[in-house]
Nanobody, 127 residues
C-alpha cells in the first residue's frame, strides 16, 4: 500500500512560480513511475507531467513544456513539480499519482494506469 500527500499549492500571480511536492509512504516508491495530474472546475482531469521510476525519462503535456519540471528524490520518497511562468489557465487541483506496476521503466500518461492518488493541492493563478 502506498499513501501520497501533496503540498506546496497556493495563490500566485501570473508569471510566478510554485513547487509542488508529493511525499510517499511505503517502501516501494522508488520502483514506481509517478505522475502529476490536474483538474480544473468543470473540466476533465488531465495529465501534466510524468516520470519513470529512476527519473531518467519524463513526459510533459504540450501546454507546460519548457515551464514545468518534474523530478524525484527516491531517497526522500518524494516527487516534485516545479512550475514556472504560471498562467491563469493553470488554476486547478493538482494530484500526484503512483502506478500499481512495480519495476517497469516506462512513463505512464493515462489516469487509469495509476493506482494510488493523493488528496490534491489547490493551485490558483491570478491574472
Amino acid at each position: 500500500q502506498l499513501q501520497l500527500v501533496e503540498s506546496g499549492g497556493g495563490l500566485v500571480q501570473a508569471g510566478g512560480s510554485l513547487r509542488l511536492s508529493c511525499a510517499a509512504s511505503g517502501r516501494t516508491f522508488s520502483v514506481r513511475a509517478m505522475g502529476w495530474f490536474r483538474q480544473a472546475p468543470g473540466k476533465e482531469r488531465e495529465i501534466v507531467a510524468a516520470i519513470d521510476r529512476s527519473g531518467g525519462r519524463t513526459y510533459y503535456t504540450d501546454s507546460v513544456k519548457g515551464r514545468f519540471t518534474i523530478s524525484r528524490d527516491n531517497a526522500k520518497n518524494t516527487v516534485y513539480l516545479q512550475m514556472n511562468s504560471l498562467k491563469p489557465e493553470a488554476t486547478a487541483v493538482y494530484y500526484c499519482a503512483a502506478t500499481g506496476a512495480v519495476g517497469s521503466s516506462n512513463v505512464y500518461t493515462v489516469g487509469h494506469q495509476y493506482d494510488y492518488w493523493g488528496q490534491g493541492t489547490q493551485v490558483t493563478v491570478s491574472s
